[in-house]
């Protein structure tokens, strides 16, 4: 079971749009519409923002978004705000023998 | 309100075992898939386990398989982690997390605990 692959890092401005790319291979992203995305301030249980790539889970703000093309899915976080600033990871299912994935974790930073 | 709850974290030598345990409410347990996701000490998310929701059914990471089971007890709400044989690399945060699924888990986890801490040290 291989992790997606994640920038380290990413940052923006208040009031600016970030987008964090998340690589996967054609077992896992490539293969199905099953990647989520969960939000991790320090110290707290993740919190999930984005399933099967675009779907939002109630009370989540309407400034983050999900996308994927090919074996890529991307998370776009619009009108940054200060407490946007977290871990953020992408995950995956990998079909029957590999299950879930996670990705490395992308820490955004509001500059 | 949605409530998981995680006990049974401690100190464990190598080779040595250890239960997690799961108490849930808040929701009708005995209708969805439940995982454990693990955090090693500044690293990321890795998924352990899950469940479907009546317990036939289990799947592990292919680092745990065999010396890690899954299971649930629906009349108790609770989800249990039984480690065994357990190496240095199994330190991490165990969380225990919900799916909105009932059969198999896609990698969706609507809910979380606050998770567990397990170091495996000599």
């Known amino acids: 079971q291989s992790a997606l692959t994640q920038p380290p890092s990413a940052s923006g401005s208040p009031g600016q749009s970030v987008t964090i790319s998340c690589t996967g291979t054609?077992?896992?992203?490539?293969?199905?519409?099953?990647v989520s995305w969960y939000q991790q301030h320090p110290g707290k249980a993740p919190k999930l923002m984005i399933y099967?790539?675009?779907q939002r889970p109630s009370g989540v703000p309407d400034r983050f978004s999900g996308s994927k093309s090919g074996n890529t899915a991307s998370l776009t976080v619009s009108g940054l705000q200060a407490e946007d600033e977290a871990d953020y990871y992408c995950?995956?299912?990998?079909?029957?023998?590999?299950?879930?994935?996670f990705g490395g974790g992308t820490k955004l930073t509001v500059l | 309100e949605v409530q998981l709850l995680e006990s049974g974290g401690g100190l464990a030598q190598p080779g040595g075992s250890l239960r997690l345990s799961c108490a849930a409410s808040?929701?009708?347990?005995?209708?969805?898939?439940m995982s454990w996701v693990r955090q090693a000490p500044g690293k990321g998310l890795e998924w352990v386990s899950a469940?479907?929701?009546?317990?036939?059914?289990?799947n592990y990471a292919d680092s745990v398989k065999g010396r890690f089971t899954i299971s649930r007890d629906n009349s108790k709400n609770t989800l249990y982690l039984q480690m065994n044989s357990l190496r240095d690399e199994d330190t991490a945060v165990y969380f225990c997390?919900?799916?909105?699924?009932?059969?198999?888990?896609?990698?969706?986890?609507?809910?979380w605990g606050q998770g567990s801490l397990v170091t495996v040290s000599s």
């Open positions: 997390a919900k799916d909105p699924r009932s059969t198999s888990t896609r990698g969706v986890f609507d809910f």
């Open positions: 808040g929701f009708t347990f005995s209708s969805f898939v």
């Open positions: 469940i479907s929701a009546g317990g036939g059914s289990t």
């Open positions: 054609s077992s896992d992203i490539g293969s199905y519409n099953y």
């Open positions: 099967e790539v675009t």
């Open positions: 995950c995956s299912y990998a079909g029957i023998n590999n299950y879930v994935v």
